[in-house]
């Protein structure tokens, strides 16, 4: 069974930074991209950034171009959203998800729990 853990999430002060993870197990993980995505209370789930199997390439929304960057270590099962200069807009729970390279929902098969991020202003 495909499980996805994040981790990392908790409460910053705008301005300060944070580092989710997200842990993979039960399929190849180095075979399939990964992608972020948010949800914000009374919102639609977003797209946030997606990278390809290899890490190759990597794709963002328009709002966290330059601020949030997405790594992955195919050796450790796990994936990564650097976020840093954080607003109070980016609160949300954050979720990872794994599948092909897409900014669509529709492009994953397997997702995490989520986890909550909340930046004060």
């Known amino acids: 069974q495909v499980q996805l853990v994040e981790s990392g999430g908790g409460l910053v002060q705008a301005g300060g930074s944070l580092r989710l993870s997200c842990a993979a197990s039960g399929r190849t993980f180095s075979r399939y991209a990964m992608g972020w995505f948010r949800q914000a209370p009374g919102k639609e789930r977003e797209f946030v950034a997606a990278?390809?199997?290899?890490?190759?390439?990597?794709n963002y929304q328009d709002s966290v171009k330059g601020r949030f960057t997405i790594s992955r270590d195919n050796a450790k099962n796990t994936v990564y959203l650097q976020m840093n200069s954080l607003k109070p807009e980016d609160t949300a729970v954050y979720y990872c998800?794994?599948?092909?390279?897409?900014?669509?929902?529709?492009?994953?098969?397997?997702w995490g729990q989520g986890t909550q991020v909340t930046v004060s202003s």
């Open positions: 998800a794994s599948g092909l390279y897409s900014d669509r929902e529709n492009g994953y098969d397997y």
């Open positions: 990278i390809t199997w290899s890490g190759s390439n990597a």
